[in-house]
């Protein structure tokens, strides 16, 4: 390289600092709290100032670049473009938003699937020349401009053909508006070129202004000579005689006039049979000192790697010598193979890039090229060139190695060059995977010539035509979908890396049955709740809503029509800590509406309105709506059938009459179970059997009349409302009170969903065996957003039991998620809550069941996993509690329910059995798999946590990570095999923190 040429790299390389490649990575911009101002999270320094001087003096190429020309509401000279009239945005022009403060475009897409460009055939291009395109663009509600946002230059020959499209790559934000800008050279046969401002993918609005497309500078190319090399020092060696050996080498790649030259790995420490702590040495030190002895009178650059110390750590470390000898970079190599592990190595955690004077470089070193993200992440920053200092390649045939090469070159659109020791080959990989030099096994220098400005333009799917792979991976990447790439794989953890995206709404969903034609019910996950103080959801870019859950009912929604939805989270001051993916869900069409008064009902409160319901009931055709308009309306039992909604809206109650006064007949069905048909017979006020498709959705209220069936037998109380053998059934919002015996008993349900349902004891009539919900032989249910101020179990999971005269067993229960919860005594005057439960009735089985992001307020547990020797074939497995807080300053524990924690496989036995083993049957109880993590307990009442297994079927399994909190007495566990306390803190008045019985396989950290 002469001396112009590197004074014009040097300029060049300057001119490049731009953002890394991978532009607005995820999420670069949010809209303001008024919508109007940008808030940019990464800032890096733009082109010379010198790039912009001709900027409003010469319109360049493109008609009405300001946009201040319109017909209506279309700029002249432009047009519009979308693939499909159905998915056309909104175009137009706009004054109050503009930059120059005359007029801008825009683009508005409305839902995720829109997408359109704005387009100018710009005449006038000189074949072979450089063409400088600048302009400012501003986005609202966008959550990712890399996904979102695209501009294009499409090259045309002069029959009008595509010959070649590029994109503009390089952004720097200013003020409100961010600044795009590229010099691209045109094909050599280029006559004219389309400009494509496009939006495509996400439910937002983009802006447009000052557009320019105008002849630039030609480019000199960058050209350099690059030297890899595959010399290991003679053994025995030491860190001295090594760098004596390489400085020399120096020497040989500075007779071959090359530019940078790359030597191999950790050169401070290869053959000398010592320990890395032994060479290790500070950076900058002696080593880089003799190295920069030799870049500087061989005017070149130096890689390679070598032992650092820093303190007590030691780093393999890439260093980057400068032509005058300084050191200009270091890189701490972060995978390391088990070798390094166990002599004491310590990863790095950045993959920094560097500027010289012929372009930008990145380090990686041996371990790390096993992992393609690594060269993805370097070139994302900018890296052209990726330098390997590498011990060896394990691979017995070097053609593997070869591959791998060639496939970080060209995954990368980079130069690739790879120093490693013979008899491997060292080798030198242009952009387009081509080996340009190789060491070919020998102790010897290979070198290249390379040039970093060359087009390598291919025919691509991508753009319809010939394209740079440099240009086009980086701007069609969608990084808002690797969230599993940065995700932990150690089971239990499913934390994100960054605090950012820990703090971002995941997991975003709408299950299709708890929608109707104006709601949809929306559930995320949020894996670091700490600062984030509430969620906005946004449809098509507007808000539509605030709370501070982790789940939302969307209403008043327009019938039969999607929508594309995003949750973002919020500090306690109003600003987005992290957003969801978006999600595209809509509501169903609305049905016929039949409503009960047009059928005789009077809701007055006085009059027995049970015949005239069940005619409406009866003469809803399928898809259609009861209406129960406001009022009171009397009935005894209620019969539903498939195929309807009843609509209860607040000020509606269906008022249950006193006991004695109505019909409640038994109901009898026949429900599957492993050993044969299982015949049962239940009561309930109202019942649905056998049915599909079922929605009860309002805010009005289901009243039971329940104190004038106590102090009944609970065998002789009806539930309030049963629903045995149905498929797709959704209640939503209503408040449910005052049940005789259950409230709400799903029995063999396939798919329910129960969201914001109230279950109350509004009385404080004496009574028991008030359960809240019990899902029984149910398979996937959803239970969200609900409030249970009951009396006994909340949640009861339940799956029948045998007896003598019943030996059969239920079904199991299966796939039951639990979410967003309040479990409080506070809220009903009757209120005794014991919050949630499996068994004890569990014959059938119970598993897969998830508790998390509930609240637990005077209320007796949290989880009461019950069973005993009589509750045969009980097996419960694979539960998890999660994300869950406890207070309880007012109930004692119970023999039913002995600490906010309990697993218990002798609820209610009386004998004297945990110390003494029976012999193990088939029916014997199995709980096994259980999980409880990031729990808070104070509980000044009672105990923290209970745990009493089988002296013959210990737990299996348990596990309690990150649960803290305070009690009167301590944790206890007896019969156990396998328990895991990670992070368990207990604060007792009474006795010790733990009192272990039995206990096997216990470790704590």
Not at 452 to 464: A, E, K, M, Y
Request: some cysteine.
């Amino acid at each position: 390289m002469n001396p112009a040429q590197k004074q014009f790299s040097l300029n060049r390389a300057a001119s490049r600092k731009q953002f890394p490649i991978g532009f607005i990575e995820g999420h670069m911009f949010k809209a303001s709290i008024k919508g109007a101002v940008l808030s940019v999270l990464l800032l890096f320094s733009g082109w010379p100032a010198k790039a912009h001087e001709a900027e409003g003096l010469n319109p360049g190429l493109v008609r009405n670049a300001g946009f201040e020309d319109c017909q209506g509401n279309m700029p002249s000279g432009w047009e519009t473009w979308t693939p499909r009239a159905e998915l056309a945005p909104e175009f137009g022009t706009e004054r109050k938003t503009s930059r120059s403060g005359t007029a801008c475009c825009f683009i508005r897409c409305r839902s995720f699937e829109q997408m359109g460009a704005w387009q100018q055939r710009c005449s006038g291009i000189e074949a072979g020349g450089t063409y400088r395109f600048t302009g400012y663009f501003r986005t609202e509600g966008i959550k990712s401009a890399q996904e979102s946002v695209w501009i294009k230059l499409a090259w045309l020959d002069a029959a009008g053909h595509d010959l070649a499209k590029d994109y503009v790559t390089h952004f720097t934000p200013q003020e409100n508006w961010v600044r795009a800008e590229d010099e691209i050279p045109a094909p050599t046969n280029a006559v004219a070129v389309r400009l494509e401002l496009g939006l495509q993918w996400c439910a937002g609005t983009v802006w447009w202004d000052d557009i320019h497309v105008e002849r630039g500078t030609s480019i000199t190319p960058r050209v350099l000579r690059v030297s890899t090399s595959s010399l290991r020092a003679p053994s025995p060696g030491s860190p001295e005689k090594n760098l004596k050996f390489y400085a020399e080498k120096i020497d040989l790649a500075g007779k071959e006039r090359a530019d940078v030259v790359c030597l191999g790995e950790a050169i401070n420490y290869v053959s000398t049979r010592l320990h890395p702590s032994d060479v290790a040495e500070s950076i900058p030190g002696p080593s880089t000192a003799i190295l920069g002895e030799a870049a500087q009178r061989n005017h070149l650059w130096v890689v390679t790697s070598l032992y650092e110390r820093d303190g007590n750590r030691l780093y393999n470390t890439g260093v980057l010598i400068d032509r005058e000898g300084r050191l200009a970079g270091r890189y701490r190599k972060t995978h390391l193979p088990e070798a390094e592990v166990l002599n004491g190595v310590t990863p790095g955690s950045e993959y920094p890039v560097f500027q010289t004077d012929f372009g930008t470089v990145g380090i990686q070193i041996c371990w790390d090229n096993f992992f393609p993200e690594v060269a993805r992440n370097l070139a994302l920053q900018g890296a052209e060139i990726i330098f390997t200092p590498i011990w060896g390649d394990p691979r017995e045939d070097s053609y593997d190695w070869d591959i791998v090469a060639r496939a970080r070159a060209i995954d990368n659109a980079v130069h690739f060059v790879a120093a490693i020791y013979a008899p491997d080959r060292s080798l030198i990989v242009d952009p387009g995977g081509h080996i340009l030099a190789d060491t070919k096994g020998r102790e010897t220098l290979a070198t290249a010539v390379i040039n970093l400005d060359t087009r390598r333009q291919v025919s691509w799917l991508s753009v319809g035509s010939l394209g740079e792979w440099k240009r086009i991976y980086p701007k069609e990447r969608r990084p808002s979908t690797y969230v599993p790439l940065i995700q932990e794989m150690i089971p239990q953890s499913g934390r994100l890396t960054k605090e950012l995206d820990l703090k971002r709404p995941a997991n975003l969903s709408a299950p299709p049955l708890a929608r109707t034609a104006s709601t949809i019910l929306f559930t995320w996950d949020c894996w670091l709740l700490d600062g984030v103080a509430s969620y906005d959801i946004l449809r098509d870019g507007t808000l539509i809503g605030t709370t501070r859950s982790l789940s939302y009912t969307a209403t008043n929604l327009p019938a039969n029509t999607s929508g594309c939805f995003t949750v973002r989270a919020k500090t306690s001051q109003g600003a987005t800590v992290g957003e969801s993916e978006p999600l595209e869900a809509a509501t169903k069409p609305a049905g016929r509406v039949f409503n009960v008064k047009e059928f005789g009902a009077k809701g007055d409160g006085v009059t027995k309105d049970i015949a005239a319901i069940q005619k409406a009931i009866k003469a809803c055709t399928p898809g259609g709506t009861v209406l129960f308009p406001a009022g009171t309306y009397l009935i005894d039992h209620l019969e539903l059938k498939g195929d309807i909604t009843v609509e209860l809206p607040v000020g509606a109650t269906l008022q249950f009459l006193d006991k004695g006064k109505g019909d409640y007949p038994t109901v009898s069905a026949t429900l599957p179970g492993p050993d044969g048909d299982v015949p049962v017979r239940r009561r309930a006020l109202i019942t649905a059997v056998r049915a599909s498709n079922i929605t009860l959705t309002g805010g009005g209220t289901i009243n039971g009349n329940g104190a004038s069936w106590w102090p009944q037998p609970k065998d002789f109380r009806p539930c309030l409302l049963e629903f045995i053998q149905c498929t797709n059934v959704f209640v939503q919002g209503i408040s449910l009170d005052d049940p005789p015996g259950w409230n709400t008993h799903p029995l063999c349900v396939d798919n329910a969903v129960f969201s914001e349902v109230k279950f109350r004891k509004m009385s404080t009539a004496p009574g028991t065996n008030g359960d809240g919900l019990d899902p029984d032989s149910c398979w996937d249910v959803l239970i969200v957003g609900c409030v249970f101020a009951n009396q006994d179990d909340s949640i009861a999971i339940k799956s029948g039991k045998t007896t003598a005269t019943q030996p059969k067993r239920q079904r199991p229960c299966e796939n039951i998620v639990i979410r967003d919860c309040r479990f409080d005594a506070t809220l009903a005057p009757g209120a005794h809550p014991l919050g949630f439960a499996i068994g004890s009735e569990t014959c059938g089985g119970v598993r897969h069941v998830t508790l998390k992001n509930c609240e637990f307020k005077n209320a007796a547990s949290i989880a009461n996993l019950k069973a005993n020797r009589d509750r045969a074939f009980a097996t419960v497995e694979d539960v998890h509690i999660e994300n869950c807080t406890y207070t309880n300053a007012t109930f004692r524990d119970e023999p039913w329910n002995h600490a906010p924690i309990a697993v218990d496989l002798f609820y209610y036995d009386r004998v004297e059995g945990p110390g003494v083993a029976e012999p193990l049957a088939l029916s014997t109880p199995i709980f096994r798999d259980i999980h409880f993590k990031n729990i808070t307990i104070e509980n000044i009442k009672g105990r923290f946590a209970y745990l009493c297994g089988l002296p013959e079927q210990p737990l299996r399994n348990l596990t309690f990570e990150n649960v803290t909190g305070a009690a009167k007495q301590g944790f206890f566990g007896r019969n156990i095999e396998g328990i895991q306390i990670h992070k368990v803190e207990v604060r007792t008045k009474e006795g010790d923190s733990f009192e272990w019985i039995n206990v096997k396989n216990r470790t704590e950290r």
